[in-house]
């Protein structure tokens, strides 16, 4: 496992325990899975916090489906 792949699966398992944690349905998971993968693949933000673009990630993907985060 490369280490772009490696960085995939860190950031999902991060986003699967923050959305455990606060009770969020799998849609959200889903869809900010989709988007962590998209930033992570185009390297838009690299040398930031993987769990800081999961937690982003996670806080847009609530805005789009419009599910309350508190």
Known sequence: MGGAD????RGFKEISAMADRISLPRTIVDRTNILFKQVDTEKHLKGRSGDAIAAACLYIAC????????
Request: net charge positive; glycine share 8%; hydrophobic share 25%.
């Open 6 to 9: 490696r960085s995939l699966v």
């Open 63 to 70: 805005r789009q489906e419009g599910v309350p985060r508190t």
